[in-house]
């Protein structure tokens, strides 16, 4: 008899995460402790409980400028090598305890360099943080293992400064590279000589594109830029017709994204507070499983949407019924498309995620 689809057992269930932002992710307590700290005078509470209301409150708001506020607040405690650290190990054993076995979790350099930081000093730091949660995590019994994606923001001209600082750590755990940032008047085209230098280095990059701007910006991505994957993508449903009789068309962009298996990470909570779908049952995402397309699930700021790996599978379950299987099938979407090595991939699809499901479908 498979195991009855509770968040309990879904917390069991070994899952892979591909786009989580790590300012988007700090404990309310931390943020708190780490503005006294630090000196940080702007937080709207300094009660751990109303702290994280507001932070989703703000983000669920539809006003960009709360938004953005929540950010501000994160960023502005992250100034320093120990903060840094901290909110990495807490970020590692945070997602473990979540069951995340695998998480590629990514964030801004540039951003933390308010109090003088050098860009290498922002990675080791995130790097030490990482390993020290690792381990902790190990300890606590849970294995998680985490790539790190570095972002540069689009409406910053330093991107190509950050895909160097990526290629330079890239034995040291930082996996890929990603543009960030507001997508509409800074189209990924912007940063193409960062994109030209990632694909000299054979590194990996993945876009967040097609989440606010349609189909341009997904062509771009793909077709200019050579993104491996997708941050959101989920407008390529602006390239798919469904008529009244069930029937679905793809046009030619929507095809090629299907056809080339080209990974889409879909953060759905995340996109019902920024509109892009009215409600988790009404998300692209069922039409975009239902014709196969890579589609990965993600958490994208778990601080913001309140959310985790397993409450974004478990408003999927109940939204559309899913089993066993198709959690599977998008945890062996998202190691399959994730970007360390072919060997370490298929060792924890073989090894964690397989037998992990298996025992649950059994
Ligand atoms: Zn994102």
């Known amino acids: ?30 943020v708190i402790d780490l503005a006294r700290e630090s000196g940080y005078q702007d937080l709207p509470s300094t009660d751990a409980d109303e702290l994280a209301t507001w932070f989703r409150d703000a983000a669920d708001s539809g006003s960009l400028e709360l938004y953005l506020e929540t950010f501000a607040h994160t960023c502005g405690v992250m100034q320093d090598e120990a903060a840094l650290i901290r909110v990495a190990a807490e970020c590692a054993e945070d997602l473990a305890a979540d069951g995340v076995v695998y998480a590629e979790v990514r964030y801004a350099p540039e951003l933390f360099q308010e109090r003088g930081l050098s860009l290498d000093r922002v990675v080791t730091a ?34 190509l400064e950050i895909a160097e600082l990526a290629v330079r750590y890239r034995d040291a755990g930082v996996v890929g590279f990603d543009i960030a940032g507001p997508e509409a008047g800074y189209p990924p085209t912007r940063n193409l000589d960062a994109f030209e230098y990632l694909r000299q280095q054979n590194a990996h990059f993945t876009i ?24 959101h993508g989920v407008r390529i449903t602006d390239d798919i017709k469904v008529s009244d009789d069930g029937s679905v068309q793809l046009g030619r962009l929507a095809n090629y994204v299907r056809d080339r298996r080209i990974p889409l990470e879909m953060c759905p909570t995340s996109n019902l507070q920024t509109g892009a779908a009215p409600s988790i049952a009404e998300h692209p995402i069922g039409l975009l499983t239902r014709l196969r397309f890579r589609v990965t699930v993600n958490t994208d700021n778990r601080l913001m949407s309140h959310c985790t790996m397993t409450s974004e599978f478990a408003a999927l379950v109940e939204a559309f019924g899913y089993d066993w299987a198709d959690l599977q099938w998008f945890t062996v979407n998202a190691m399959k498309s994730a970007f360390i090595g072919f060997d370490e991939r298929l060792a924890l699809i073989n090894d964690v995620i397989k037998p992990g499901y298996a025992a649950l479908m059994a």
């Not at 195991?3 to 404990?27: S, Y």
């Not at 062509?219 to 050579?226: D, L």
Request: net charge positive.
């Open 1 to 30: 008899m498979p195991k009855p689809m509770t968040p309990d057992a879904i917390r069991t269930a070994p899952k892979v995460l591909l786009h989580d932002h790590l300012d988007g992710g700090l404990r309310p307590q931390t």
């Open 126 to 159: 995130v790097q030490e943080g990482f390993r020290q949660g690792e381990a902790r995590a190990a300890e606590a019994g849970h294995r998680i293992r985490i790539g790190t994606l570095l972002c540069a923001m689009r409406q910053n001209a330093r991107s």
């Open 208 to 231: 967040h594109a097609g989440e606010a701007f349609g189909l341009p910006s997904i062509w771009e991505a793909i077709q200019h830029c050579g993104a491996e994957r997708l941050g």
